[in-house]
């Protein structure tokens, strides 16, 4: 007999990664309810009751409702923020407040439900800080980093660990001309600091001279590494110059990555990682929400049915 509990998508409208996740799901006869929570409450209400058996009630969108005590798993991935563009900037700040601890409080509360990835976890996560902190502990290795407001303290690091990259500790995007842009990650040197590093935090870190990067992503317990090849500083700056090849990691890594990504609570994690010369791997960030499919069309890893697998629920 199938399982009739839904899987829950928490993430935007737009957004290719769920669309192929969810026509898998489909096609394996899974329930799927789809909702972004920026739609609460035009077009998303929510009825929950904490009761002496716990958390009950059901979400509706337009199209589907789910029962919150029968949802299978959640993947979260990328909603849009909470809006309230008919009200006023204090009662809209309210408003985001009150949907941000009542909806999001439920959605972080689902009794039984997997969560690929859990929306707290996620958050923790996502500081920098706390991410190199971690993958320390974990046994990687990592690039000497500072995180500082103070100009001298910059140039002393920089003149020490040259050379030195900087890279934004998060990165909101800018509009530029009506463009979206984001900060990008670029090579600094002593001279380059002023006193307007001591206007907010600034991440700084030594260059790994690399020969290759890679990207690995863990989908539960299993690893897929790819190795990406450019002359470029960030990868992602330029697609278009990337070569793709399937990777294995070296000794005592794939055991690192699962103890970073128990740390946090993850079941997912895009971990970047920067090949030096003598074939050391560098761990540089791991994104809880990065996406991943576009690997599986460019090295024929296994990833999608691997995602299915894990929200299905499914024992390998």
């Known amino acids: 007999m199938s399982d009739p509990r839904p899987v829950l998508v928490v993430t935007s409208l737009h957004d290719p990664t769920a669309d192929v996740v969810i026509r898998e799901l489909h096609d394996r006869g899974v329930p799927v309810v789809r909702l972004d929570s920026g739609d609460f409450p035009a077009s998303l209400s929510v009825e929950a009751e904490i009761t002496s058996s716990g958390l009950r009630g059901r979400l509706r969108t337009p199209s589907r409702t789910a029962d919150l005590d029968g949802v299978r798993a959640l993947y979260?991935?990328?909603?849009?923020?909470?809006?309230?563009?008919?009200l006023d900037e204090q009662d809209a700040r309210f408003a985001v407040?009150?949907?941000?601890?009542?909806?999001?409080?439920?959605?972080?509360?689902?009794?039984?439900?997997?969560?690929?990835?859990?929306?707290?976890r996620i958050g923790d996560a996502e500081f920098k800080p706390s991410g190199l902190a971690a993958a320390v502990s974990a046994g990687f290795l990592v690039p000497p980093t500072l995180i500082t407001s103070s100009p001298d303290a910059a140039r002393t690091f920089i003149k020490r660990h040259g050379p030195v990259i900087y890279k934004p500790l998060h990165n909101p995007v800018y509009r530029v001309d009506g463009v979206s842009n984001?900060?990008?990650?670029?090579?600094?040197?002593?001279?380059?600091?002023?006193?307007?590093?001591?206007?907010?935090a600034h991440l700084f870190q030594q260059m790994v001279e690399k020969t290759a990067d890679v990207r690995v992503t863990v989908i539960g317990d299993q690893v897929f590494a790819v190795r990406i090849d450019s002359d470029l500083l960030d990868w992602r700056t330029d697609y278009s110059r990337l070569r793709y090849s399937v990777a294995t990691p070296p000794p005592g890594v794939t055991e690192a990555l699962h103890a970073y990504l128990s740390h946090f609570g993850l079941a997912?994690?895009?971990?970047?990682?920067?090949?030096?010369?003598?074939g050391?791997?560098?761990?540089l960030e791991c994104n809880p929400s990065g996406q991943w499919y576009w690997l599986e069309a460019e090295t024929g890893l296994p990833m999608l049915a691997a995602m299915a697998d894990l929200l299905e629920r499914k024992t390998r």
């Open 182 to 200: 984001v900060v990008k990650v670029a090579k600094v040197s002593a001279k380059d600091i002023d006193d307007r590093v001591a206007g907010t």
């Open 268 to 278: 997912f994690g895009a971990v970047d990682f920067a090949v030096d010369r003598e």
């Open 97 to 120: 407040t009150q949907a941000r601890y009542g909806l999001g409080g439920v959605l972080a509360s689902l009794p039984g439900c997997l969560y690929v990835s859990h929306p707290h």
């Open 280 to 283: 050391q791997w560098w761990f």
């Open 76 to 86: 979260y991935r990328r909603p849009s923020g909470f809006a309230f563009p008919h």
